[in-house]
């Protein structure tokens, strides 16, 4: 149910179903937060990186995901790039809990070639 773009990025096994790989979402009093590994060749192969989220399924900001930790975006989205050596990168996106709206705040990644 993963294709095969978010499989390579998200450094999954093609052969294998292995839902760790998946992103994980937490959430704390302060953000709603997807952490996730990168492979490293994917960095730069692939096009598109960001978090999005949305207070619906179908409206959604994204906050770029580049190679390396960035400031906070102008909504306050923080995306923390830990490298790893040769091991994939765990990346985290925060989203600020304060951008909901009546409650609800649904956050997703995307990538695209």
């Known amino acids: 149910g993963i ?3 978010a499989e390579f990025y998200l450094d ?3 052969l294998a179903s292995d839902p760790s790989t998946l992103p994980v979402a937490t959430v704390d009093a ?3 937060t997807l952490t996730f590994h ?3 060749d994917a960095e730069a192969d692939v096009t598109t990186q960001a978090g999005q989220y949305g207070t619906n399924l179908s409206g959604w900001t994204s906050v770029p995901i580049d190679a390396a930790t960035a400031a906070p975006d ?3 989205g923080i995306v923390t790039v830990l490298e790893n050596a040769e091991l994939p990168d ?3 996106v925060q989203i600020p809990r304060s951008l909901a ?3 609800k705040l649904f ?3 995307q990538v695209s070639k």
């Open 12 to 14: 999954g096994d093609p």
């Open 90 to 92: 765990t990346i985290t």
């Open 74 to 76: 102008v909504n306050g």
């Open 3 to 5: 294709s095969t773009l």
């Open 38 to 40: 990168r492979r490293d």
């Open 107 to 109: 956050a997703r990644l």
């Open 30 to 32: 302060t953000y709603l």
């Open 101 to 103: 709206l009546g409650g």
